[in-house]
């Protein structure tokens, strides 16, 4: 049973930085896909970052490339959001999820193409 356990949201003001984990137990993260997503208040879930694999480069939505990074802790087996110049619009909560797929580029951005999904954490960026 694969399982996914998001951590490190909270408040943190405009322009300021967060980073989250995804923490995956029951197969090796070296071999997966990882997506992380959005939903905010009464919109869909929306897609922020994928990598796909660790030897390949990872994809952005427009709205955060340049201020979000995706990276991965093989030996963790935890994958990390990384958030900088923290905008109010990315108020969200915010979800990790894995698929042992291979998926090509454009189908890394959509929520249905992931297996197993974490929980949320809640991210608000406000004064």
């Known amino acids: 049973q694969v399982q996914l356990v998001e951590s490190g949201g909270g408040l943190v003001q405009p322009g300021g930085s967060l980073r989250l984990s995804c923490e995956v137990t029951?197969?090796?993260?070296?071999?997966?896909?990882i997506g992380w997503f959005r939903q905010a208040p009464g919109k869909e879930r929306a897609f922020v970052t994928a990598?796909?694999?660790?030897?390949?480069?990872?994809n952005y939505a427009v709205a955060v490339k340049g201020r979000f990074t995706i990276t991965r802790a093989n030996t963790k087996n935890t994958a990390y959001l990384q958030m900088n110049s923290q905008k109010p619009e990315n108020t969200a909560v915010y979800y990790c999820?894995?698929?042992?797929?291979?998926?090509?580029?454009?189908?890394?951005?959509?929520?249905?193409?992931?297996?197993?999904w974490g929980q949320g954490t809640q991210v608000t960026v406000s004064r």
């Open positions: 999820a894995e698929t042992s797929r291979s998926l090509i580029l454009s189908s890394t951005k959509r929520a249905n193409k992931y297996e197993y």
């Open positions: 029951g197969r090796a993260l070296s071999n997966t896909y």
């Open positions: 990598s796909r694999r660790s030897s390949c480069l990872p």
